[in-house]
């Protein structure tokens, strides 16, 4: 199928689909992005995902080159224009094309790109053996609650797990404390509860971890948002979650087995939750 995209006000072929070289996006990394996934047609948490790009472009004074109402049936004509099954649409607003200046000019408008794309499921492998981490010290910006698409490290940590066998990288803070992932937010099963760093400026709000809160506290889980270390006594299983992966079990860390080096109960109910509430979220849309 060919590929067919949202720019500035028209839908293009992929190919055709091109973004003005002072774009301030290619020049200095000056947006804002979503990802957002469509299964069978059904958007997951549309709005969720749309409130945020809204806070995101809000806290770089980026103003929304659409509103939210129109920004949503963009989207839709988008997927409609590639209507895989399984769907991760890419939202992503840039400040502007304008001759290169670090301070930006008052009167810009945004670029905006949208595409739709096939979301690979993770392999039935995968799920079975979980996958596998690597741990370094977070190098990047103090605003990682904004979706920003200054992704370079992201990029590294993603790179530097590649090299080292494994699948993402969990980004710790100067007290090795785990914050998050390259493209994920972590928690970790401890003495039978699900602690995950708690919302702050080192970490993305992730949808998927809200979801995944959400759905552990329903089945009685407790949960607990703060600060934790891959060291912490009573530690059994470490996991992730995004809207590419819903929850993943995370078995290996630095080539160490995390608990037995299997997925475990909590990973594995997890799983098994989230991908019902997507097929709660589908029937209720
Ligand atoms: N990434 N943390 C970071 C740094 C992320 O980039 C992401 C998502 C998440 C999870 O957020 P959510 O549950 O809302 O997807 C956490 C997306 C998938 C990406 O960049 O492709």
Redesign the pocket.
């Known amino acids: 199928m060919t590929l067919t995209a949202w720019v500035n006000g028209r839908f293009l072929p992929l190919d055709e689909a091109t973004v003005h070289i002072e774009d301030r996006g290619f020049q200095f990394a000056d947006g804002v992005y979503e990802?957002i996934a469509c299964f069978g047609g059904t958007f997951l948490d549309l709005d969720a995902h749309l409130n945020r790009l809204q806070r995101s472009s809000e806290s770089i004074n980026i103003q929304l080159p659409v509103s939210l109402t129109e920004l949503k049936s963009l989207i839709e004509q988008t997927y409609r224009h590639n209507p895989f099954d399984d769907a991760m649409i890419y939202v992503q607003i840039t400040r502007g094309a304008a001759p290169r200046s670090h301070l930006p000019g008052a009167e810009l408008t945004p670029t905006m790109v949208i595409t739709s794309r096939n979301l690979p499921m993770p392999s039935a492998q995968k799920i079975s053996a979980g996958v596998a981490a690597i741990t370094l010290e977070d190098m990047r910006w103090k605003r990682?609650d904004i979706k920003s698409i200054a992704l370079l490290a992201?990029v590294i940590g993603k790179q530097e797990a590649a090299y080292r066998g494994a699948d993402e990288t969990f980004w710790l803070d100067e007290d090795g404390n785990v914050l998050?992932?390259?493209?994920?937010?972590c928690f970790a099963a401890i003495h039978g509860m699900l602690v995950t760093h708690p919302l702050d400026h080192q970490?993305?709000g992730?949808?998927?971890?809200q979801m995944v809160l959400k759905v552990a506290k329903a089945q009685g889980i407790s949960v607990e948002e703060r600060p934790w270390k891959l060291t912490e006594t009573g530690l059994t299983e470490c996991m992730m979650?995004?809207?590419?992966n819903a929850v993943m079990p995370v078995c290996h860390i630095n080539g160490e087995k995390v608990g037995t080096g299997i997925p475990g109960p909590m990973s594995m109910q997890l799983r098994r939750l989230m991908l019902d509430e997507f097929e709660t979220l589908k029937v209720s849309t």
Do not use: D, Q
């Open positions: 990802v990682c992201s998050e992932g390259c493209a994920t937010n970490v993305l992730g949808i998927t971890r979650s995004s809207t590419t």
